[in-house]
């Protein structure tokens, strides 16, 4: 139940980063919600593996080249979902940066105390 919320909550931040990211575009919040529950699909499975091939160039840049793996992950949703489209990279860059910071934030406000 949480992994469906934290997914719907990525739709939301897509959503969010869309009106806020000018090379974002959504179709609508269908789309929004689509592109969200991809991303944390693309984000449980791919992300990781990228990271792990990518290790010693993200430990020479001192953690900062996972900013470009996050882009490159949106960049992907933006290619597998119908009706989400990234125009270049550094829309996807600033979006993928907008959506780590709000998913982070509402996840944090739904979340329970542990």
Do not use: Q
């Not at 829309?91 to 709000?102: C, D, K, M, Q, T």
């Amino acid at each position: 139940m949480r992994f469906l919320l934290r997914l719907i909550l990525n739709g939301v931040a897509v959503l969010l980063a869309t009106y806020l990211i000018p090379g974002l575009h959504v179709s609508g919040p269908e789309a929004a919600i689509m592109a969200g529950i991809v991303l944390g699909l693309v984000n449980a499975v791919i992300r990781p593996l990228l990271i792990l091939f990518t290790l010693p160039l993200t430990l020479l840049t001192l953690g900062l080249f996972i900013l470009i793996i996050n882009a490159i992950c949106l960049g992907l949703v933006a290619l597998v979902v119908p009706g989400f489209t990234v125009s270049g990279f550094g829309a996807a860059f600033l979006g993928a940066l907008v959506i780590s910071i709000v998913s982070w934030l509402l996840n944090s406000l739904v979340s329970e105390k542990r």
